[in-house]
C-alpha cells in the first residue's frame, strides 16, 4: 500500500485521507464481481436498488436521482450546465477550496457569478448571500450554491440558515448543494430542507472507489432545466430520465461501482442511517478531543475556531510556522502506515488534515491518532496528551455501533 520500492509491511494501512476511505471488505468484494449482460434484469434491478436507497440517504421521496461515471467535479459540471445558461448567474456561498473550484467552474462555462466573502477556517455567511439575493431585484441569480462541508478547510455550513436566507427574501433561486464529503455521515434531509439539487460522490462516506457520483434534483430544479437550452448531451438530466439502463447512463452502467454501491447502501441501512451518523460524530468527538489535547504545547491546534463548525468527516489541523506538514504526512504515511491528507489551495503547508469517514470503528480512529503523535515525535513536533484524551472519550461513550 506504501511506495512500490518499499519491501512489504504486514498489517493494515490505515487510510485517513477525508477520500478515498478505505472500503468494507463487502465493497471490495463487490467491485470485484463479473459485470453483466446489458439485458440482464439483473442489472435493471442493481440500478433501481442504488436508485432508491440514494433517495433515502438524501432524505428525498420526490426528487429524480441520477448517477454519473463521473467523480464529484463531473457533478459540479452537471448541475451547473443543466440549471444555468452562459451569461446567466449563481450566487456561490464562499467557504474554501471547494466552493471556490465550483464557482470557477461555472465561470469557465461562462456563467456569472456572485461571490460571498471567504474567511477560511470560518463557516460561509448566510446573511451575505440574503443581502446578495434581495439586491437582486430582476432575479437574474438562478441558484445559490452551498457546500455543506468544505474538505480543505474542514468547515461545515449551516444549510438551513441559507434555506432561510432565499425565503426571507422571496427569492425564487434554487438551492444546490454540494453534499459529497458530507452525505451518510452529517445529519441530511433534502426534502425537510427545501433543498433543490444535492450532490454526492462515492469516495467519501459510502465508503466505495472513486470515479461515481450521484444527484437527488427537485421538480422545481426539473422545471429550470426544461427551460434552459445551454446545449449538452452527456450530462443532460432529461436525456437521462428514463427507465432504461443505457439512457440513464448515456451509454454503458459502471456497473462494478453500482455493485459497490448497492452493498455499501446495504451495510449502511444494515448499521442505521442514523446510526451511522451518531458514529460519525462519535468518532469526530475523539478526533477534536485529541486535537485540543495536542494544542497545549502550542506547536498544533485547530484550523477551524468555531467548535460548531467543524466536521464531522475530517479535521484540519494547523502548524506553527517552521513545521512542514508535508513531511509529518510522509513520515506518518512511511513509518507508521498512516495516510493523512495535506492542505490544499493557500493551505499547503500550513495544515494536515485527518479524515475520520466511512467504515471505522473506535479502535481504528485511536490507532490513526497514535500514528500521527508517533509521527510528531519523530518530527519534533511538540504536542500535548491528545491520544489520551480521545481514548477517555470514547470509553466514556456508549460504544455499542463502533464495536
Ligand atoms: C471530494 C470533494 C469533491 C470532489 O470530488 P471528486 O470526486 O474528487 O471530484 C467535491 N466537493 C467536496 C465537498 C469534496 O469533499
Not at 475523539?286 to 506547536?299: F, K
Amino acid at each position: 500500500m506504501t511506495s512500490s520500492s518499499a519491501p512489504r509491511i504486514p498489517g493494515t494501512f490505515f487510510l485517513h485521507s477525508p477520500g478515498p476511505v478505505r472500503l468494507p471488505q463487502q465493497v471490495a468484494n463487490a467491485l470485484g464481481t463479473q459485470p453483466f449482460e446489458l439485458g440482464d434484469p439483473a442489472l435493471d434491478e442493481l440500478i433501481a436498488r442504488c436508485e432508491s436507497g440514494l433517495k433515502k440517504v438524501f432524505g428525498t421521496s420526490r426528487s429524480d436521482v441520477f448517477l454519473y461515471a463521473a467523480n464529484g467535479h463531473g457533478a459540479w459540471e452537471a448541475a451547473i450546465c443543466n440549471l444555468v445558461a452562459p451569461g446567466k448567474c449563481v450566487a456561490v456561498a464562499g467557504s474554501g477550496a471547494f466552493s471556490e473550484a465550483w464557482a470557477q467552474y461555472a465561470e469557465e462555462l461562462g456563467v456569472q457569478v456572485r461571490r460571498t466573502a471567504c474567511e477560511t477556517g470560518h463557516a460561509a455567511d448566510p446573511a451575505a448571500v440574503g443581502q446578495l439575493l434581495r439586491a437582486d431585484t430582476a432575479h437574474e441569480i438562478v441558484a445559490v450554491f452551498v457546500v455543506h462541508t468544505d474538505t480543505g478547510a474542514s468547515v461545515t455550513n449551516n444549510l438551513q440558515a441559507f434555506r432561510d436566507e432565499i425565503d426571507a427574501a422571496s427569492h425564487p433561486a434554487l438551492l444546490v448543494v454540494d453534499v459529497v464529503a458530507s452525505l451518510a455521515a452529517e445529519p441530511f434531509d433534502m426534502d425537510t430542507l427545501g433543498v433543490d439539487v444535492a450532490i454526492g460522490a462515492s469516495q467519501k462516506a459510502l465508503m466505495i472507489s472513486p470515479g461515481l457520483s450521484f444527484m437527488a434534483v427537485s421538480e422545481k430544479a426539473m422545471r429550470v432545466a426544461e427551460a434552459n437550452k445551454t446545449p449538452r448531451v452527456y450530462w443532460d438530466w432529461l436525456r437521462r430520465r428514463s427507465d432504461l439502463g443505457y439512457r440513464k447512463f448515456c451509454g454503458t452502467p459502471p456497473q462494478n461501482l453500482l455493485m459497490g454501491l448497492d452493498v455499501a447502501l446495504a451495510l449502511i441501512f444494515e448499521e442505521g442511517l442514523q446510526n451511522a451518523i451518531a458514529r460519525h460524530r462519535l468518532l469526530a468527538g475523539a478526533v477534536h478531543a485529541a486535537v485540543e489535547g495536542w494544542s497545549e504545547r502550542g506547536d498544533v491546534g485547530f484550523f477551524v475556531r468555531e467548535p460548531r463548525s467543524r466536521s464531522v468527516s475530517v479535521t484540519a489541523i494547523e502548524v506553527r510556522p517552521g513545521i512542514d506538514p508535508e513531511k509529518l504526512r510522509t513520515v506518518a504515511r512511511e513509518q507508521f502506515q498512516v495516510g493523512i491528507a495535506g492542505g490544499v489551495g493557500a493551505l499547503v503547508g500550513r495544515i494536515f488534515r485527518i479524515g475520520h469517514l466511512g467504515d471505522l470503528n473506535a479502535p481504528m480512529i485511536l490507532g490513526c491518532l497514535a500514528g500521527v503523535e508517533a509521527a510528531m515525535s519523530i518530527s519534533g513536533i511538540a504536542y500535548g496528551p491528545g491520544l489520551e484524551r480521545a481514548v477517555r472519550l470514547l470509553s466514556a461513550s456508549t460504544t455499542e455501533n463502533t464495536q
